[in-house]
């Protein structure tokens, strides 16, 4: 009796060990889990906050940026130019040609436009044949605008669409707008230079 009573509280001492030591492995893996579930959360808050931050950015850049849409007459003199975006109302545009045409920059007010007879002759005299495809013209258009009450400016480059037909009033030619479309927003001290490159390559 002597012997087994020391060896049987023994025994019990180290059952109240292990389960002490199993009691507090289970407590840091709970808190483990608690943690990592804590990261989880905060991860996919941070997630969602950039996501909804670049999405206010993306929306801010695109209320700034003017994307315009032409329509053109029937005889093909006249392009009317409205913003794509319904938000958005123009002010005022500068319309600027390629510096080999030698035409000076348009500006308009109260009915955005761009006019065949701006620049037809130069162009005419700058571009070879007649033809039913389309050519394109680069301008840089400059646009004043209101958006959400701010008065706002955006400088594009845009190519001008038209066609040479024969019987116009230039040795049996003319000239024809079709449309526009925009290539790039670009700095407004840039601008000139752009075009002035793209024009050798875009006119013939």
Do not use: C, H
């Amino acid at each position: 009796m002597t012997t087994d009573g020391p060896k049987t509280e023994a025994e019990k001492e180290a059952t109240r060990r292990r389960w002490i030591n199993l009691a507090e492995i289970v407590a840091v893996i709970g808190l483990l889990i608690s943690g990592l579930a804590l990261w989880n959360s905060y991860q996919e808050r941070a997630g969602e906050e950039s996501d909804k931050a670049s999405e206010r950015t993306q929306a801010q850049a695109e209320a700034r940026t003017m994307v315009l849409r032409a329509t053109a007459d029937r005889e093909g003199g006249r392009l009317a130019l409205a913003p794509a975006d319904a938000e958005q109302t123009i002010q005022g545009q500068q319309i600027v040609f390629p510096s080999a045409l030698a035409v000076a920059p348009m500006e308009t007010l109260a009915d955005p436009r761009i006019e065949a007879a701006w620049f037809r002759r130069p162009v005419l005299e700058a571009v070879e044949g007649d033809s039913r495809e389309d050519r394109r013209l680069p301008v840089a258009i400059t646009t004043r605008f209101y958006r959400d009450g701010a008065l706002l400016s955006d400088t594009a480059i845009y190519y001008l669409v038209y066609r040479v037909e024969g019987g116009g009033l230039l040795e049996g030619r003319q000239l024809r707008l079709r449309g526009l479309s925009r290539l790039q927003t670009i700095a407004p001290a840039a601008a000139r230079r752009r075009i002035d490159a793209l024009w050798p390559g875009t006119g013939r």
